[in-house]
Nanobody, 114 residues
Framework: QVQLVESGGGLVQPGGSLRLSCVASGFTFMYSRMSWYRQAPGKERELVASISSGGGFANYANSVKGRFTISRDNDKKTLFLQMNSLKPEGTAIYYC???????WGQGTQVTVSS
């Protein structure tokens, strides 16, 4: 059974930082390309960042490039998203997802507000 448990969200002021984590189980994490998505209120879910199975290749949405860093620890089956210089438009629920599986986790809420 696939499980994706996101954590690390919270309330942060503009310009602040957060580090999200996603602990995965129920599929072969080390062979799966992984991604972070986010969904803001009233908007479609959008892709934020993706990382190859080995961690050597990553790509980012233009809106977060240079501020967010995706990484992974295959031994711990954990995906990370380091978010710096957060902006109010970053307020959303953030989800992790493997490309090979249709399941979604419950997400973690990020609110960027003064």
């Amino acid at each position: 059974q696939v499980q994706l448990v996101e954590s690390g969200g919270g309330l942060v002021q503009p310009g602040g930082s957060l580090r999200l984590s996603c602990v995965a189980s129920g599929f072969t994490f080390m062979y799966s390309r992984m991604s972070w998505y986010r969904q803001a209120p009233g908007k479609e879910r959008e892709l934020v960042a993706s990382i190859s199975s080995g961690g050597g290749f990553a790509n980012y949405a233009n809106s977060v490039k240079g501020r967010f860093t995706i990484s992974r620890d295959n031994d711990k089956k954990t995906l990370f998203l380091q978010m710096n210089s957060l902006k109010p438009e970053g307020t959303a629920i953030y989800y992790c997802k493997p490309d090979s599986v249709a399941n979604w986790g419950q997400g973690t809420q990020v609110t960027v507000s003064s």
